[in-house]
Every structure is written in C-alpha cells, then in structure tokens.
C-alpha cells in the first residue's frame, strides 16, 4: 500500500476547480471534509478528501471521502471497473438506472456493479458522508452522464417517506417548520424561499406552510407574514414550472362558535400551560385589550384551526421568538408549553440547531440558556 495525493482522485469526481470551504463542524465526516466539489458533474454542494491509493498489480484503488450537504447529488455515472461505497454517516439515496431507490444510512454498503449506470447523494433533509472506493480501469474510473433531475431525485424522497419511523418524521417537520419559521422573522425571504421548497419536498403541505406563515403574523407582524405568503406563492410557481405538483392538503375546519371566543381561547390557554388561568397578566391589568385580545384572537382565532396541531404551532412560535431580541419571557413561557405538551427537550434542543443555521450562534445560545433554564439544568 502506498499513499500519493496528487489530483488522482479528482479525477474520480470529475471536479473542475476547488475552493476551501468545509460542512458545519456538526457534521461528522469522519476523515477530514477535504475541498469543496465545482463543476458540472454534481447538483448542489459536495466536498471530496483524497485519502490514498491502494497499489495493485493490476487495478490500483483509489480511496476517497465524499460529504454531501442535504438533497446534493452525483450525476448518472458510471464505473468500466466498479465501484465500492460506505455510508459513515447521515442518510444518502443510491439508484441503479431502472431500479429503485435505496436509502443508505451509516454502516451500509453498496457494490456499483461495472458499466451499470447509477446515482447516489444526500437525503432531502440530511447531510451524507460517504467512502468510495474505485478501480483503475483503461477507458477510465468513471464515465459521466447528465444530471438526476428532480423528478427523479423525488423517488428517493417517496422511499425516505415510506420507510421512516414516526419520531424521525415528526423531528423533520418540526426542523422544517422552525427554519420556515425563523427565516419569516429575519425577513431572509431568499434563504426563505429555498427552505419553503425543502419543506414542500420533506411532505408539509402547501395549506400547512401557508398556515406557519399566517400563525407567525401574531408573533412578528403582518409585514413579515404577508413577505412570507408572497414568498411561498414564488416557491411554489417556481417549482410548477419545474413539473413539481405539491400537495395542497385540506383548509382549516368548521371552529365551534357555541361558547364565547373569550372563553374558548381560555380553555385553549389552560390546556397549552396545563393549569387553570386565574385573573389577568400584569401587561394585562395594565392594558385590559390585550387580555381580550390574547384570548379572542391568538389563543381562540389563531391556535383554534386545526391545519397545524398545536406543537407545531409552538415549534413556529419558539422559533420566530428565538430569532428576536429581548423577547426572553415570551420565550421562557412557550418554551414551557412545549414542555407541557410533551414536546421534548431534546426536541427542542434540535430546533435550537437550526436557529443557529438561521439567525446565528449567538440568537442560538441565547434561546439555549433559556431552555436550560426551563428544564432545570
């Protein structure tokens, strides 16, 4: 065995040119993340690490480890002496021409067989680490075709559907909702409009993210809700023109006007904190309308449609307030709810991630102490 670092193994990826940036120090990569992938033979972003060269007579071997960020991916391939691939981490999609796609999760392999054309990359809402191993042949150690459209990468993102366990598909759409959520605060409508589309293709309905953005209205204002309806309006006639149809899902339904909207959304109040609400807040005796309006507007109005359930509606909320200054009691308070409802700690602490993707560490660490707070720790 021999080590060589020369562009041997860019040569396996087809990479054109290089720049030094790395995956989020969260993301285990195992080997180092090595240089970012440029070029034409991937979609989105991929870093690639050279690692060795194992010398054979015949057919040395060519070692290399490949990070993919969420919904990255090769184009069709193929390998004239085969292919050999690891999963370290993450989940990945892997897909044969003509075959079905196959979920690849840390510790599973895949044989390439030689000639047969196929692609492999990251999940829609998962990073995907991986080691390739690659024979030398003469016509070459692979043949590049044109890129997995979308349509194509979907199946991946059916199976994914089909074959993941209830908590993993609740945690993605809490990690879905919060990004939505904390993008609408900060008014990042670019980086809102890409996370509009990862929701739409992790399976949240167009109604559902329509009603994340109607919610957060009570929380960050109607500029930066109505911003959030035109921007998912754009996301989803971007993605028709792509041939993407997204799933509607059902309007919110008939709310019950028997009691008194003032009454309901007291009832709604003492069920989120668990414990019967007695008199009024001091902002409340100070300002009586906002008691009315807390109670008749938010807690009836708001959290009574049924499109979310009402742990989605405090991940959006805990969210939004997590991406806001100064709003520490607010915070405190639904983080407590979330609690009572039996979101979990560890719940909330993955949605604190991702306000560290999208306001920053400092936002982040923030909410973080406040959670801690919270749960005693």
Avoid at 77 to 83: E, I, M, S, T
Avoid at 150 to 170: N, P
Avoid at 233 to 257: C, F, H, K, L
Avoid at 317 to 330: C, E, F, N, Q, Y
Wanted: aromatic letters at 6%.
């Amino acid at each position: 065995m021999s080590l060589k670092l020369p562009l041997y193994l860019l040569l396996l990826f087809g990479t054109a040119g290089l720049v030094g940036q790395v995956p989020p120090a969260d993301v285990n990569t195992v080997f180092p993340a090595g240089q970012m992938i440029s070029g034409g033979n991937f979609t989105g972003t991929a870093w690639v690490e050279r690692l060795l060269v194992v010398d054979d007579e015949q057919r040395p071997v060519a070692v290399g480890n490949v990070t993919f960020a969420p919904k990255a991916r090769s184009n069709w391939h193929h390998h004239p002496a085969g292919q050999s691939l690891l999963a370290l981490d993450g989940l990945g999609y892997y897909q044969e021409r003509g075959g079905p796609v196959r979920l690849l999760r840390k510790g599973e392999t895949v044989q390439c067989p030689p000639g047969v054309e196929h692609w492999h990359g990251a999940a829609n809402s998962q990073w995907f680490v991986q080691l390739a191993m690659t024979k030398e042949h003469p016509d070459g150690r692979v043949i590049w075709g044109e890129p997995v459209t979308e349509e194509e990468y979907h199946q991946g993102i059916a199976v994914e559907r089909a074959t993941t366990d209830s908590l993993q598909t609740i945690n993605d759409r809490y990690r879905h909702i919060a990004t939505v959520a904390s993008l609408t605060t900060l008014g990042e409508l670019e980086r809102l409009q890409a996370a509009l589309g990862d929701a739409l293709d992790a399976g949240l309905t167009v109604n559902e993210c329509k009603e994340v953005l109607v919610h957060l209205y009570a929380y960050t204002g109607f500029p930066r809700s109505i911003q959030g309806l035109r921007t998912l309006m754009a996301a989803v006639e971007d993605r028709q023109s792509r041939g993407i149809q997204d799933e509607t899902g059902p309007e919110a339904g008939e709310v019950n006007d028997s009691v008194s909207r003032y009454e309901r959304g007291r009832a709604t109040l003492e069920e989120l904190i668990g414990r019967p609400v007695e008199g009024r807040s001091d902002y409340g005796d100070f300002a009586p309308v906002i008691d009315v309006f807390l109670k008749e507007h938010l807690f009836a109005d708001i959290f009574g449609r049924d499109v979310l359930s009402y742990h989605e509606r405090e991940i959006a909320t805990i969210s939004a307030l997590s991406s806001l200054d100064g709003v520490a009691p607010m915070l405190r308070g639904h983080l407590g709810i979330a609690l009572n409802l039996g979101i979990t700690a560890e719940q909330l602490s993955e949605v604190l991630r991702q306000i560290d993707y999208t306001a920053g560490p400092a936002a982040a660490g923030a909410a973080r102490e406040v959670l801690r707070e919270v749960v005693g720790l």
